[in-house]
């Protein structure tokens, strides 16, 4: 309802112009002035909303002799056509004055109306045509602008009179070729009577008596307008004409009724309950814009995995745009990936186009390619949409394709079908699964809406199980419509074991794994086997080409075709690039389980175990060779089993490992897999070695929940196979993770485990690593007597086997432990002693060491030699991307930086190190970094929870000191 405070509603305003110049507001007619403001009114309405300047008006309303007045009486008659506008009860405001002139905004003009009729036309089918231009030709009403007299307005009005003729012109074409002859034979009389020096509609009229049976009548009209032509003009008829008399003579096709032309509609019936998809819908509707090359086809292949809804996207999209097509719509299944049929030979493709185009039998040639140009020549000059369902390659659709611009052609397939994109400039669409909210939108369409508001979390969890696949979800719609007792919940509890989920994905003809199964079975002989084995590893990560190298046993650049083949037939996606830089792959949920069954089907244990073995090993080379590019040794600082590497040539080592630093951190979620594996598989020493030589890629970014995972995990396998090395090995892992955890109570069990159980062994290695976390526990407990010959009798274990980086490690707990008893000269001697037997390449030590050597300077109060030892700290470890070496640099050039004064860089210092500390989830660190920013209290609680009784004690002192005297 109208709201009066918003002001009166104004009535629509209609021009017309294509007769007498008239105004109607609101249906009612307005008088709008005297000849000059009806003038002016012209003028602004044949400039089609643009602006017309003063002068212009004032030539086209006068002509060449405007009286001096011209200018201020145009004025006049703009503001006397608003006043008789508003007084109409139209707005006013629909004349504008713009840049020294007028522009009037008037979208209901019949000059539009016109124009949009004959773009309509243009489009659509020649009944609907014709009927379309005989209405437009009644919007003249007499001659346009009658009763004006000003020469440029009678010239603009000549433009408009033509137009009239040209749509009849054209009406009588489209009923030619409807066949209408008869009943167009008087009209055209008349016209040619009034016209009789237009030789278009004469030959029409010619055309019509001769298909009526009146041939010399025929002739006869052409007769008499020679005699018009030659005494008038001096001239003979022209070529068109003659060419029709001499058709008419010879009794030509092209002279006798057309025949009637078949408009095929082959569309299968659209999908029922289609929903969503509504970018790709709009990508299909930009098909229909006018090419930017005239000449060139418009093509879009629509391709994706099986049971992804590609042929019912592109028939539910056909349907909808039917009557754009106005000469029909082919629709053609190629069997390009069925499981019953071979794919359908592009000569019988053609032959049933060509029936279906009303070609007789008799009339289609043999061969290929005269079958493709005889199509090609009958959809000539149509406006047809042809669908060719489920191609199998370019080859196949090429000699389909129409020769013009005016048809529209949309492919399905499983493949991108890349040569149609780059020698005929298709564009693609790829169909990927149905978003989560898709998914339960056509769950409801297909269950019932009720029944999935009733159910809301088990329509997501159903969405999600099917992996939005619409023709899982429609298996899954078509069993609870069949079985009304069945809830949701219930039948999303059938699918969540991994193991029978395919098995539930049918119903009747419709089967997920027969969909796959398709897409599989063309696959060549490689790329099949890789696809099954990659089912056996579950990598969560996604896959790098160099596990399809390690699983086929072929060089990098094959894994890498071999990865796109699975691309190319939707059984992988890419995920784009890696944190390396490198690009990844992954599998649908469904296509996951698909995969695994497979392997399960096709291998023997053996073959599988092995599979999984040659990745692991791959894996351990690779994190190796990682570790010595980082400049470890590669015995430094853990314990060894003796599990195979794979090797790698240098190349592919330099391809994975070099430029950007994210192999790791790109490869870490697939590691936990890779473990879990070979734990299930029953290789304990592959599962503990990669376990053990994964930790220092975990500690750096404190993923400290992976780090348990594999260890528990490793431990576990190695208690079942009885392997006493690597139960030891995982029990230190699992005492140094709760170490890095602060979590001292829970790292003394371990640890405890761990170094009797070297010893047992005979293991100095191992005893020396076990002691030297041992260290850090007792230190961290307040008992300094006890860490200190914890860490001096690991340093003597581990100089004996020779473990640099350990050793250092030890030297470097030793300094730390001098520093606490206040000793700062043996502390300083200690890490003089540290640096000197690590590799110069050992950045992260090297560090830690710096780290240490700044906290030394501060107690000799050597401000200056501690902030330069922190800053040249921190370039090494943002270099290696060490997130907690940062966070302990950032503390002490805090530190450093208060000594010196500097509180606002040391605020920020210390901002970023807590930031960091509670990212890692390091509350030890955390706890330190609050007692550096005069937080006792808070540090002091974090403390207490930890156990951390020294640091507590600490933390307690600095609060008393912070205390005043009247406190």
């Known amino acids: 309802m109208h709201d009066p405070a918003e002001g009166p509603v ?40 643009r602006i017309v300047p003063i002068d212009r008006l004032v ?345 013009t611009a005016g048809c529209r052609v949309v492919i399905t397939s499983l493949t991108q079908l890349t040569g149609l994109i780059a020698h005929h400039g298709a564009r693609s669409i790829g169909l990927d699964v149905l978003t989560r909210e898709e998914a339960v939108e056509l769950l409801g369409r297909l269950a019932g809406a009720e029944r999935v508001r009733a159910e809301q979390e088990a329509a997501h969890r159903l969405g999600e199980l099917c992996d939005g696949l619409p023709l899982a979800l429609r298996i899954v719609g078509a069993r609870m419509m069949s079985r009304s007792s069945w809830t949701l919940a219930g039948l999303a509890g059938r699918l969540e074991s991994e193991r029978g989920r395919l098995d539930e994905l049918r119903q009747e003809e419709l089967e997920v794994r027969g969909s796959f199964a398709l897409s599989y079975r063309n696959l060549p002989a490689t790329a099949k086997l890789v696809f099954r084995r990659l089912g056996l590893l579950d990598l969560p990560g996604g896959f790098a080409p160099w596990v399809v190298a390690a699983l086929a046993e072929v060089p990098l650049p094959v894994a890498e075709e071999l990865c796109e083949q ?43 175990t092995a599979a999984v073995v040659r990745v692991a090993s791959c894996l351990l080379g690779l994190i190796e060779q990682n570790r010595l590019r980082e400049g470890r040794r590669p015995n430094g600082m853990i314990v060894l089993g003796d599990s195979p590497r794979l090797p790698l040539d240098a190349e592919t080592v330099d391809r994975l490992l070099g430029g950007r630093p994210g192999w790791t951190e790109a490869e870490r979620q697939n590691i936990v897999a890779v473990v879990d594996r070979c734990a299930a598989l029953g290789q304990a020493g592959l599962a503990w070695e990669l376990a053990s030589m994964s930790v220092f890629l975990l500690e750096r970014r404190a993923h400290y929940d992976d780090w348990r995972t594999m260890s528990e995990t490793a431990l576990a396998a190695c208690h079942q196979a009885g392997d006493r090395l690597g139960t030891a090995a995982m029990e230190l892992s699992l005492g140094s993770l709760y170490v890095h955890l602060r979590d001292l109570r829970a790292a003394a069990g371990p640890l405890a485990r761990a170094a009797g159980q070297f010893e047992a062994l005979g293991h100095p290695h191992g005893l020396g690593l076990a002691l030297r976390y041992r260290a850090s526990v007792d230190e961290a407990r307040g008992d300094l007597r006890a860490s200190y010959a914890a860490a001096t009798r690991a340093l003597t274990l581990l100089r004996e086997v020779g473990d640099a980086s350990a050793q250092a490690l030890a030297l470097m707990h030793i300094s730390f432990v001098h520093l606490q008893a206040d000793r700062p000269e043996q502390a300083r001697l200690a890490l003089t002693e540290a640096a000197s037997v690590i590799d110069p390449a050992e950045r992260r030590l090297r560090a830690n060491i710096l780290k240490r050597l700044a906290e030394v300077c501060l107690a000799q109060g050597r401000h200056e030699d501690a902030r330069l030892a922190c800053e040249e700290a921190l370039l090494l470890v943002r270099e290696i991307d060490d997130r907690l070496g940062e966070a302990f640099v950032q503390l002490a050039l805090g530190e450093c930086l208060k000594r010196t004064g500097d509180a606002v860089a040391a605020g920020t210092a210390l901002a970023g190190a807590l930031a960091c500390a509670r990212d890692l989830r390091d509350p030890l660190l955390e706890g330190r970094v609050l007692c550096a920013q005069e937080r006792h209290g808070e540090a002091a609680d974090l403390f207490a929870d930890l156990g951390a009784w020294t640091w507590h004690a600490k933390a307690v002192a600095a609060m008393s000191r912070s205390r005043s005297p009247a406190e």
């Not at 294509?18 to 000849?35: A, D, F, I, Q």
């Not at 278009?200 to 018009?228: C, F, I, T």
């Not at 691309?567 to 389980?593: S, T």
């Open 10 to 49: 104004e009535a629509e305003a209609r021009f017309a112009v294509l007769g007498p110049l008239e105004v109607t507001v609101g249906g009612r007619p307005v008088h709008v002035g005297g000849p000059r403001a009806q003038a002016t009114l012209a003028a602004l309405l044949l400039a089609d909303e």
């Open 59 to 403: 030539d086209q309303v006068w002509g060449e002799d405007p009286p001096s007045s011209g200018r201020n009486q145009v004025m006049i008659a703009v503001s006397a056509l608003r006043k008789a506008l508003r007084n109409a009860g139209a707005d006013p405001g629909l004349i504008e004055t713009a840049e020294s002139g007028y522009r009037l905004r008037a979208p209901a003009v019949d000059t539009r109306t016109v124009e949009a009729n004959l773009a309509r036309a243009r489009e659509t089918e020649p009944a609907q045509a014709a009927a379309l231009l005989r209405e437009t030709s009644r919007l003249w009403r007499g001659q346009v602008l009658a009763g004006m007299d000003s020469p440029a307005l009678r010239a603009a009005a000549v433009r408009w009179e033509e137009l009239r003729l040209t749509v009849l012109e054209d009406w009588a074409e489209l009923e030619l070729e409807l066949g209408r002859h008869r009943s167009l034979v008087g009209e055209l009389g008349v016209f040619v009577a009034e016209h009789p020096l237009r030789e278009r509609p004469r030959g029409q009229l010619m055309l019509a008596l001769h298909r009526s049976g009146r041939q010399a009548e025929a002739l006869e009209v052409y007769e008499r307008g020679r005699a018009v032509l030659v005494d008038e003009l001096g001239l003979e008829p022209g070529p068109a004409l003659r060419a029709v008399r001499d058709a008419i003579l010879r009794d030509e096709p092209s002279a006798r009724r057309p025949e009637h032309r078949v408009r095929p509609a082959q569309l299968p019936p659209a999908v029922s309950a289609f929903s969503g998809r509504r970018r790709e819908l709009a990508l299909l509707d930009s098909l229909l814009d006018p090419p930017d090359n005239q000449h060139e086809l418009p093509i879009c292949v629509v391709y994706g995995v099986s049971g992804v809804g590609k042929t019912g996207l592109v028939v539910s999209w056909a349907h909808r745009m039917a009557d754009r097509f106005p000469d029909g719509q082919l629709f053609v299944n190629l069997r390009g990936h069925d499981r019953d049929a071979p794919p359908l030979p592009p000569e019988a493709a053609l032959a049933g186009f060509l029936r279906a185009l009303g070609v007789p039998g008799e009339r289609i040639p043999a061969s290929v390619d005269e079958r493709t140009a005889l199509f090609r020549s009958e959809v000539a000059g149509r406006r047809m949409l042809i669908v060719l369902d489920n191609a199998a390659s370019a080859a196949q659709v090429r000699p389909l394709l129409p020769g």
């Open 566 to 608: 699975l691309v190319d037939r939707q059984l992988a996606q890419p995920l784009g690039d890696d944190a390396a830089g490198r690009p990844r792959y992954g599998f649908h949920d469904l296509i996951r389980l698909f995969s695994r069954e497979r392997a399960d089907a096709e291998e023997d244990a053996a073959s599988r």
